[in-house]
């Protein structure tokens, strides 16, 4: 479809005003300011049907059109009686006798080209056309010079093609209506995901996702447009606004299809849930933001977090990697021993080195999907980029499309996917996948120094050990700068305590004998806080000194970080403890003279749930040997532990126990 084009004689056009018809949005005609009214509905889809089809249109396709259900002889009546009324209406308007804006013969009508006639669909269509070709060039987004353009068509959009008009008793007019609507609502889909994108790329993210919220408006069930706005709240730091526009996703999809979103969207949501938001690359140099006020509660989240010594290890590893070193460090530690605390911490400074990030996640119950933390890294990684192809040569999409399966719905432009299905499990198509992702790493890592972050190791499928151990051959070939960055439940690595699974500690215990082979991984251990480094600082936070309480809390805590944490928290909810801010972002605390400490003691709620849900991942056997220990506490010995628990035939079963 092609809109009518408009060749300006410009003798007639400084006589005339000019003629605006808007067509996005309810109809509206406007001569020069003026805002025109019809008589009829049919005088107005006359002119608005006239505008959008190109040339002259005959006189009997027009009546047929306009009243199909009419003889011949009156249908063509009323079709010179609305033309009679569009003449009057242009000139009332234009306060001439003869207006210009028609081409009328004895066999069609037309609009005169030489007038002056503008038409919303005019401009979008041109930014559509700039649009598809930057796709189709693989333009970057922040080379793009289509913004104004792109920006101008959206102003245009006013709602959705003739919106709310309809003719009725002319059902190939309100068919064509519902054609061009279609057309219009695609094309203002395709400007409105170029702009986001070039929006994205500037570091513009309010205006990404002013944007991407425009799209959903225009196309309520389109989840592209959802992850596009999440991503930009995301990027943004605003990880509440990401999380509501999902849970509107989701019940927009409830609500319409009676489904759930896609794969993509809830891997989206679970990321942003768990991560820090990314350091988009044009903010990594900027000033910093000021400080949002800290409250005590936040004050007490970062008091056991420091961990100097092991950040210096983590930062010693990334200067080796960016020396052309592969690297990698192996972060191990119990639950709720400061992993999550360290590992923020690290990336947040390697993102002010303007290092390249991958960061991905493994669930336990995610352990049979192949490639699961890496697919999720990856999937995170392409969304800042205008098109794979920037990253990977052609001959690498067919299998990076598998890894993806959505990679072609959110880059249309890619070249299309082969028809025969990519077996994984072949070996050579495997060495394909490995292949492509150690290419995309590698292109990555030229840019910058690339950390590629694994948490919860522990709970990946053997698949994607697979992948890490030839990638890290491959790195060490070429001298890449990667440092991976794993971190894992040190309880994981014992195959008595977990479930077994496709990877599981087994697994990973011979997977880390294999890379040691070609890398010498950096082991870090997380331990409790000493006992006096936990008083110090539990001291130091305490304002009249209160040693007494400060041994106590370790004495209940042993030192563990999450422990610590939310028991302090806890007796902040209680009023135990009295805040006082001292300055901006410091806080002390009174303990309440009149709390006997021995009577304060509860194992806070959080700290409950995190034990209980390792508790329900226990076997039988296993949960009757804890319930034993728990009964004996500071008694247990190997044989009241037997006797108590009924599982001494258990026993040759259970070399480890000796």
């Not at 050990?465 to 309880?491: G, N």
């Amino acid at each position: 479809m092609s809109l009518n084009s408009v060749t300006r004689d410009h003798s007639l056009a400084d006589q005339t005003l000019p003629l605006h018809l808007f067509a996005l949005g309810p109809p509206e005609v406007r001569l020069g300011e003026n805002l025109l009214t019809f008589p009829t509905r049919k005088t107005l889809a006359l002119l608005f049907y006239l505008a959008l089809e190109a040339g002259a249109q005959p006189r009997e396709h027009l009546a047929a059109l306009l009243w199909p259900e009419a003889s011949p002889e009156r249908s063509h009546a009323s079709l010179r009686n609305t033309l009679g009324r569009l003449h009057t209406v242009l000139r009332q308007a234009s306060g001439q006798a003869h207006p210009l804006y028609l081409s009328v013969t004895h066999n069609s009508l037309g609009l005169n080209p030489g007038a002056e006639i503008i038409l919303d669909l005019q401009l979008v269509e041109r930014a559509y056309t700039l649009a598809r070709a930057d796709r189709s060039s693989r333009m970057l987004p922040e080379g793009s010079a289509s913004l104004p353009l792109l920006q101008s068509a959206v102003a245009c959009q006013r709602g959705d093609f003739l919106a709310g008009f309809s003719l009725g008793d002319a059902p190939a007019f309100d068919d064509w209506a519902v054609m061009q609507r279609e057309v219009w609502h695609r094309r203002l889909g395709l400007i409105l995901d170029r702009l986001s994108e070039i929006q994205f790329s500037r570091g513009e993210f309010a205006g990404a996702a002013e944007t991407a919220s425009r799209w959903m408006a225009l196309d309520a069930l389109n989840e592209v447009a959802y992850r596009c706005k999440m991503r930009a709240h995301f990027a943004a730091g605003e990880r509440g606004q990401a999380l509501e526009t999902y849970e509107l996703c989701r019940a927009t999809l409830a609500a319409e299809l009676g489904i759930e979103p896609e794969p993509d969207t809830t891997a989206l949501a679970e990321l942003i849930r768990t991560q820090a938001p990314p350091v988009h690359p044009r903010l990594r140099r900027t000033a910093p933001q000021p400080h949002q006020p800290i409250t005590s509660v936040a004050f007490l989240e970062n008091l056991f977090s420091g961990r100097t010594r092991e950040h210096q290890v983590l930062v010693n590893c990334f200067g080796r990697a960016t020396a052309g070193q592969p690297q990698l460090v192996v972060l191990r530690g119990e639950a709720g021993i400061g992993k999550t605390n360290l590992a923020r911490k690290f990336i947040a400074w390697t993102n002010t080195r303007g290092a390249e990030l991958l960061q991905g996640s493994a669930f336990e119950s995610g352990s049979h999907l192949p490639f699961q933390p890496l697919v999720d890294a990856l999937r995170l990684r392409l969304e800042l980029e205008n098109s794979p192809m920037d990253l990977l040569d052609e001959v690498w999409l067919p299998p990076l499309s598998q890894l993806l399966p959505g990679l072609h719905e959110n880059y249309p432009g890619l070249p299309p996917a082969p028809k025969e299905r990519f077996h994984l499990e072949a070996e050579v198509s495997k060495t394909q996948l490995f292949e492509t992702f150690t290419q995309l790493t590698m292109r990555l890592a030229k840019r910058a120094p690339l950390v590629l972050f694994l948490d919860d190791l522990q709970w990946t499928d053997s698949a994607t050990l697979d992948l890490l151990h030839y990638a890290i051959r491959r790195w060490q070939d070429s001298a890449a700068r990667v440092l991976i960055f794993a971190s894992l439940r040190s309880e994981a690595l014992h195959p008595m305590t977990q479930p077994q699974t496709a990877g599981g500690p087994q697994g990973l215990n011979e997977w880390l004998e294999r890379v040691t082979r070609e890398i010498t991984p950096v082991h870090i251990e997380l331990e409790p806080l000493e006992e006096l480094e936990t008083v110090q600082m539990v001291s130091s936070i305490l304002s009249p000194p209160a040693a007494d309480f400060a041994q106590w809390v370790y004495d209940e805590t042993h030192g563990q970080p999450f422990y610590l944490k939310e028991t302090l928290k806890d007796l902040l909810e209680r009023r135990v403890l009295h805040p006082k801010q001292r300055s901006e972002g410091q806080w002390t605390f009174a303990v309440d003279a009149e709390h006997d400490l021995g009577q304060a003691v509860r194992v806070p709620s959080t700290v409950q749930t995190v034990i209980r849900a390792r508790l329900n991942r226990l076997s039988p056997n296993a949960s009757s040997l804890l319930a034993g220990g728990a009964v004996l506490e500071q008694r247990i010995t190997f044989e009241r532990l037997g006797a108590i628990s009924n599982l001494s035939e258990a026993w040759p079963y259970l070399p480890w126990m000796n």
